[in-house]
């Protein structure tokens, strides 16, 4: 039998490689992604902590 968590700490999002992004203006740019992403982390995480306030 495996113990899962049923509520695991939230893992932020991988960051861009510097080639990754081309510099040629895209509409969805990777940068754009990764920040949006990143600002999904941060709330989901800050919710987390509220459910485990001894989490360091």
């Not at 895209?26 to 485990?52: F, G, M, N, P, S």
């Amino acid at each position: 039998m495996i113990d899962r968590d049923p509520d695991p700490r939230p893992v932020p999002p991988e960051r861009p490689l510097p080639g990754d992004c081309c510099d040629s203006g895209c509409e969805c740019c990777v940068q754009d992604t990764y920040a949006e992403a990143l600002a999904d982390y941060q709330a989901r995480l800050a919710r987390w902590l509220e459910r485990h306030p001894d989490a360091a």
